[in-house]
């Protein structure tokens, strides 16, 4: 590689490759159609777009590495990429880029992360729910340690899923102590772990391992009913007592907070609603963590779509 994202300033021009994802194709109010996507490579991301688009890529090409030659420029006091020609890299390219420079990956020790959530659910105190959960990440255990959370949004990178399952479990262990007179540890840290296994089914995915869009039964049932079923069939082969079973697919079922979220039920029980909130807190800490790398310290972001708001950047004192 040439460029590195996290290097470019306003005003550079560059050709090089990098990863495309989020395109939309557009037409402006004359309808003239436009292209906006996100590049990125393994330092950073920039929003970019392309006047006047006559193709070739579609929505269908998220998560590809393409060439692409433009030059940075200002946007509401933010930079922005101005492409001038962009196609899909082939094998004319072989050997001018290393995926991995390319390829977003969570910040994390990935063996350590694995091994604490191994640690964490073999200390699941009662004996079938730890059954479940060992099993449930035996089953997923390849693309557990790999795929992103998300599509966009959070944890959308390599590892994603590791990391977001991780830090939950992690923050699920500290706040069951700290509410140990209302809330059975045991539940919620297997619910924890299985709360995203099935985002394995629910995406499709890219040559690259990053997610190119959903599955039809990812898109018709979605990861909440998916992980709900397959751990009624996996209580079911353990002989899990059957409330058990229960409350560990609610907990899955619930984990989004309220319907209009995308919950299929709401909470209700403590365990599960103290799901849904720790869900939220990595969710939102890590779309924090994008909005202020996008920006110096001192500044305000752009408008974040999944905040409602912009966010302010500050220096840490620690």
């Not at 006091?77 to 050997?95: H, Y």
């Not at 990440?137 to 599509?151: G, I, M, S, Y």
């Not at 082969?237 to 619930?254: A, D, F, R, Y």
Request: aromatic residues 8%; glycine residues 6%; contains cysteine.
């Amino acid at each position: 590689m040439i460029t590195r994202m996290i290097d470019l300033q306003i005003g550079d021009s560059f050709t090089d490759y990098f990863v495309i994802s989020d395109i939309h194709v557009r037409s402006d109010r004359n309808g003239h159609p436009f292209l906006t996507a996100v590049l990125s490579d393994a330092s950073g991301s920039l929003p970019a777009k392309m006047w006047d688009y006559g193709g070739p890529l579609s929505e269908e090409d998220n998560s590809r590495i393409v060439k692409a030659q433009g030059s940075v420029t200002e946007f509401n006091g933010l930079p922005q990429i101005t492409i001038r020609q962009l196609r899909i890299a082939d094998d004319r390219d072989a050997g001018r880029y290393q995926p991995e420079d390319l390829l977003p990956c969570a910040p994390i020790d990935t063996e350590k992360a694995l091994a604490d959530v191994r640690e964490l659910t073999e200390s699941i105190g009662d004996a079938d729910y730890r059954r479940v959960a060992q099993a449930m990440l035996d089953r997923h255990l390849e693309t557990f340690r790999t795929v992103p959370a998300a599509k966009s949004v959070h944890h959308e990178y390599l590892h994603g899923l590791l990391m977001h399952t991780a830090y939950m479990m992690r923050t699920a262990d500290y706040l069951a102590d700290l509410y140990s007179h209302i809330i059975d540890r045991s539940l919620l840290l297997a619910g924890t772990l299985l709360h995203d296994l099935a985002k394995d089914r629910e995406f499709s995915f890219s040559p690259l391992g990053l997610v190119s869009g959903y599955t039809v039964t990812g898109d018709l049932l979605g990861h909440l009913y998916l992980g709900a079923k397959e751990t009624a069939e996996v209580c079911g082969e353990l002989n899990i007592p059957e409330e058990k079973s229960v409350l560990l697919q609610h907990m899955i079922l619930s984990h989004h907070g309220d319907p209009e979220f995308g919950a299929c039920v709401p909470p209700r029980c403590a365990e599960s609603e103290l799901l849904s909130l720790i869900d939220r807190i990595d969710s939102r800490m890590e779309i924090y963590t994008k909005a202020c790398e996008s920006v110096p310290e001192g500044s305000f972001s752009a408008p974040v779509f999944s905040l409602g708001k912009s966010v302010y950047h500050h220096p840490l004192t620690d």
